[in-house]
């Protein structure tokens, strides 16, 4: 039980580093490459829920919480989302079992988590609920950052449900929890959850896209970046800013800034490890060059793009971006190889 704890908390902390862990152990494997990391969980994976449940079953609810805490990065990367629900529902069951405050502290992101994986299998009305618990749990024992989470996994499912106003009082509400609370970073400073505001102010932006409000997207785009920026090891959710900048620029009729910063996104993600991601980002690069008249590189980039969310096991995306594609028509192809 150690030995798998030990090294799924260093899978997470390769994936996301420096993200708030409790009780992880005071020292981790150290994996060479998120590749590395990735390779340990998906061989391991099916070990790690087994020994998750017999940790329950056993009684013994922190063991079986932290598996919750560590399992979140690589379920999340791998986009498993089934099992991620699965794991923090076992998370939830645990936290019924302790006693006062801690049951609500245990009970908080576990709750939280599980509205994210509602919410990424469509289950919308499900994932608000969940987050609604999530956010009352927070409220009882005044956890920032649980609450800050819980605002934002039910802001996501209220866009998901077209429901923009009260996605953006949620999401509002998130980014100025974080913008107040201090962290302890390495060595015991004392900071800013810069990547958290970060976060928030990127899923505002695209809740501001969908509202049809792009110049205000690009404003709060730009918030985002400006943000994580501080925090130059997460270079995920760098790229994932970026990558919503892209698209609110392009929406605003600024394609080829847009351009310059995707392809700077693109150079932050391994396509070994995150194909899906950078598919997302490729796609964005084409439809930049789509709206600048630049037929051919755009039909070029588009390809890359779905070749990508084929290797990402993602053929919905992949057939979706097919069908909306226009078929080559030559003479009214502006591009050049220059600005390619």
Request: charged share 25%.
């Amino acid at each position: 039980m150690d030995h798998l704890l030990r090294h799924l908390y260093g899978v997470a902390e390769r994936l996301d580093p420096g993200k708030w862990r409790p009780l992880a152990p005071r020292r981790v494997p150290v994996f060479g490459t998120e590749l590395d990391a990735l390779g340990w969980f998906d061989a391991e994976a099916e070990t790690v829920g087994a020994a998750q449940l017999v940790a329950f079953d056993a009684g013994d609810v922190d063991t079986a919480w932290r598996f919750a805490v560590a399992a979140w990065s690589p379920l999340r990367v791998r986009g498993r989302h089934e099992e991620l629900l699965g794991v923090q529902a076992v998370a939830v069951r645990a936290a019924e079992r302790a006693a006062g405050r801690i049951a609500e502290v245990i009970a908080a992101p576990a709750l939280a988590r599980q509205a994210y994986a509602l919410t990424m299998l469509g289950r919308y009305d499900e994932a608000v609920e969940t987050a609604g618990s999530a956010l009352a749990s927070a409220d009882r024992v005044g956890h920032d950052w649980s609450r800050s989470t819980a605002l934002t996994e039910r802001g996501r499912a209220h866009r998901a449900q077209g429901r923009f106003d009260l996605a953006l009082a949620d999401l509002f509400a998130a980014v100025e929890i974080d913008r107040n609370r201090v962290v302890v970073g390495p060595g015991g400073t004392r900071t800013r959850p810069a990547t958290a505001v970060g976060l928030r102010w990127a899923e505002i932006a695209d809740t501001q896209l969908l509202a049809g409000d792009a110049r205000a997207a690009v404003r709060s785009a730009r918030d985002a970046v400006t943000a994580i920026a501080g925090n130059p090891r997460r270079h995920r959710e760098s790229a994932r800013a970026a990558a919503t900048l892209g698209r609110a620029l392009i929406a605003a009729g600024q394609p080829q800034e847009a351009i310059t910063g995707l392809r700077d996104a693109a150079c932050r993600v391994d396509a070994a490890t995150d194909p899906g991601h950078l598919g997302r980002i490729t796609e964005l690069i084409g439809d930049a060059h789509a709206a600048l008249g630049q037929a051919a590189p755009a039909r070029r980039v588009h390809g890359d793009a779905v070749r990508l969310y084929e290797r990402a096991g993602r053929p919905d995306d992949a057939e979706t971006l097919r069908a909306r594609l226009p078929r080559p028509d030559p003479s009214t192809d502006t591009s050049t190889d220059a600005a390619d």
